[in-house]
């Protein structure tokens, strides 16, 4: 079994900073892509950014410039800085990862079940 659990959110003024954290734990074998996504009320859920384990870094149109990513591999943590947020960041962020369990040759996608984050004043 896999399981990815993010933490960090809560709220924050506009213009401020967060940090979200998403630990994967189980029968891991190796870890391809880890990132982040989020879903806003009413809206289908977005590309907010990932990283390769090459490096290879894919940013959402709305986030480039203000927020960045970053992986400890010996914890199998990604971790998502949040700068300069706006009311619009408002939205239920979920980590993926790509993951191939412990013998086995395949990888798979796995998601966290979110953590909220809240923009406003």
């Known amino acids: 079994q896999v399981q990815l659990v993010e933490s960090g959110g809560g709220l924050v003024q506009p213009g401020g900073s967060l940090r979200l954290s998403c630990a994967a734990s189980?029968?891991?074998?190796?870890?391809?892509?880890m990132g982040w996504y989020r879903q806003a009320p009413g809206k289908e859920r977005e590309l907010v950014i990932t990283?390769?384990?090459?490096?290879?870094?894919n940013d959402g149109d709305s986030v480039k410039g203000r927020f960045t990513i970053s992986r400890d591999n010996g914890k199998n943590t990604v971790y998502l800085q949040m700068n300069s947020l706006k009311p619009e960041d408002t939205a239920v962020y979920y980590c993926?990862?790509?993951?191939?369990?412990?013998?086995?040759?395949?990888?798979?996608?796995?998601w966290g079940k979110g953590t909220l984050v809240t923009v406003s004043s």
């Open positions: 189980g029968t891991i074998g190796s870890i391809a892509d």
């Open positions: 990283l390769g384990n090459d490096g290879s870094r």
């Open positions: 993926k990862a790509e993951i191939r369990s412990t013998g086995s040759p395949y990888f798979a996608n796995y």
